[in-house]
């Protein structure tokens, strides 16, 4: 799953709606400005080391946890849709309500608006691009979930809905700046991040299954050394972050191992919702689409010197 092969800017451009999907999606295209690409490529090349910082008026700690809506488990590579819509569009607007009461922002409906465009050029892939999602969230907006339902379906990929995002930002251009990262938050304002993972990140969803001794460590190993990792990780890297998931079952939170991975491995989106400056040494706190059994109950630390290993690109949803 790459989610930066291409990178679409979308803008509206006169009456869409009673044009076909390939005629939609043309005029779409060739609006599209690629300067962002570069700009990716410009900030994945070097794994960077971030000194921990403090600007001034940004507070040592921050979090707008409570304000998120319930861990789900995503479905298909639709992480950026829960990332964008879900986590980061509903806590941005709850926090500034402040009302934790409403509704989230239906994710799938996000990703089946994206997938009419994907089924038009299958290398757009909008469940895994945040760009594309928050322009959408912007320009036309997005139903909410009604009674724990999520919509699967979308008819007109281009209707609108009162409820849209006042503003997104990119973060890249001050991508060294750890301070433009904390302020956003602090302000009430959650970052999607799209990062470079590999088993040391996904390791956290073993937890369970280590736990609640369904199977023992070698024979978990044996698995997943015959799986996706096997390119990556032989057995004893596997057997060693496994170790580290032991450690850490015993802790009260989970943070981040830190093994760093390659530029081309799996590619995911999550959305960063608190930061501590004292806590791991300084670290920020992120939520994941990959159900309560992961990691801190969806959750996970990272420190702030560690998250840049993961080649990231920074979007802040909201003012």
Not at 5 to 17: A, E, K, S, T
Not at 179 to 206: H, M, R
């Amino acid at each position: 799953m790459k989610p930066f092969n291409v990178i679409f800017f979308v803008f509206l451009v006169g009456n869409l709606i009673a044009q076909t999907p390939e005629e939609i999606f043309k005029k779409v295209r060739n609006q599209c400005k690629t300067g962002s690409i570069q700009e990716y490529k410009e900030n994945t090349g070097v794994i960077i080391e971030i000194p921990v910082t403090r600007g001034a008026g940004i507070p040592k700690k921050f979090s707008l946890k409570e304000f998120v809506p319930e861990i789900k488990q995503q479905e298909g590579s639709s992480c950026a849709c829960y990332s964008t819509a879900y986590y980061g569009f509903t806590t941005y607007e709850r926090y500034t309500e402040k009302n934790k009461l409403l509704p989230p922002y239906d994710p799938l409906y996000l990703y089946a608006r994206n997938n009419v465009f994907y089924n038009v050029d299958d290398t757009v892939d909008g469940g895994t691009n945040p760009m594309l999602n928050l322009i959408f969230l912007r320009d036309y907006g997005n139903p909410r979930v009604e009674s724990d339902e999520f919509l699967t379906e979308c008819n007109d990929p281009l209707a609108k809905y009162p409820d849209r995002l006042n503003k997104w930002e990119n973060l890249n251009n001050n991508y060294s700046n750890l301070d433009k990262i904390k302020y956003s938050i602090s302000s009430g304002s959650p970052v999607n991040v799209s990062l470079s993972t590999n088993f040391s990140f996904d390791v956290y969803a073993y937890k369970f299954y280590l736990n609640s001794e369904l199977i023992s460590r070698d024979r978990l190993v044996e698995y997943l050394i015959n799986s996706e990792y096997s390119e990556s990780f032989n057995a004893d890297e596997i057997g060693q972050e496994l170790d580290k998931l032991n450690k850490l079952n015993a802790g009260e939170e989970y943070c981040w191992s830190g093994k760093p991975p390659k530029e081309n491995e799996g590619s995911h989106s999550v959305c960063i919702i608190g930061y501590d400056d004292d806590k791991f040494g300084g670290a920020f706190e992120i939520v994941n689409s990959w159900g309560t059994e992961w990691a801190n109950d969806g959750y996970l630390w990272i420190k702030y010197k560690d998250l840049y290993k993961m080649y990231p690109t920074f979007y802040k949803i909201g003012k």
